[in-house]
């Protein structure tokens, strides 16, 4: 019995352990500039297998509550930032996840981005960027 137990053990912390490695989940954005929480990010497994990620809920705007995305093009064209999908199309590629697209609401530009759990998975480096990695932002979530 004891044996069984000890092997149920072993192979349920590496799957807990991966669980806490993944950006799958409810995250705060910091503001940049301000170190403040600006809004909550929920991401989850879209239909297709990759990554999402939708706006829960704004915290802060300097557009006040409810703000739209003005400077969008498109479908989200002064659509709420409120239940927006702002990430999409992301893959894992090791310990960390690529191969999609982020949207800043602010300016309405999409960009190529990666994420990478760190801390033990309490915090999410979300990386924006235009062609290379290097030339880019990151921007670091905490676990809700």
Request: glycine share 12%; net charge positive.
């Given at each position: 019995?004891?044996?069984l ?14 669980a806490?490695a993944?950006?799958?989940g ?5 503001d940049?500039a301000t170190g403040?929480?600006?809004s909550?990010?929920d991401?989850y497994?879209?239909?297709?297998g990759k990554?999402?990620g939708?706006?829960t ?8 509550p409810?703000?739209?995305c003005?400077?969008?093009r498109?479908?989200r ?7 927006m999908v ?7 590629s090791?310990?960390?996840w690529?191969?999609g697209?982020?949207l800043d609401?602010a ?8 994420l ?8 999410l ?7 290379f ?8 979530w905490?676990?809700k």
């Amino acid at each position: 019995m004891r044996t069984l137990l000890l092997g149920l053990l072993l192979f349920v912390l590496p799957v807990a352990a991966l669980a806490q490695a993944s950006p799958v989940g409810t995250w705060t954005t910091i503001d940049d500039a301000t170190g403040k929480p600006k809004s909550v990010i929920d991401v989850y497994e879209a239909a297709d297998g990759k990554l999402a990620g939708r706006v829960t809920q704004v915290l802060h705007s300097t557009r006040g509550p409810n703000p739209l995305c003005e400077k969008c093009r498109g479908e989200r064209k002064n659509q709420p930032i409120e239940g927006m999908v702002i990430l999409w199309g992301m893959q894992r590629s090791g310990d960390e996840w690529k191969g999609g697209q982020i949207l800043d609401p602010a300016s309405g530009k999409v960009y190529s981005a990666t994420l990478r759990p760190v801390a033990g998975g309490k915090q999410l480096e979300v990386r924006g960027f235009m062609g290379f990695s290097l030339l880019g932002r990151t921007q670091v979530w905490v676990r809700k």
